[in-house]
């Protein structure tokens, strides 16, 4: 039992990693879907102002 290393930090270290990872692809995901629909949103304006026009 005195012999067995210790391995709580580096458990914790890899729980932070994969949250970091996690983090990075959510915001990725959310700004390449939040210029499509920010385009999307655009183009029906578009058509609704040419539309009343």
């Known amino acids: 039992m005195l012999f067995l290393p210790k391995e709580e930090g580096q458990g914790l270290v890899e729980y932070g990693l994969i949250l970091v990872l996690i983090a990075v692809v959510?915001?990725?995901?959310?700004?390449?879907?939040g210029t499509a629909i920010q385009n999307i949103f655009s183009e029906i304006g578009s058509a609704l102002f040419e539309a009343t026009n």
């Open 26 to 33: 959510v915001i990725f995901i959310v700004t390449t879907l």
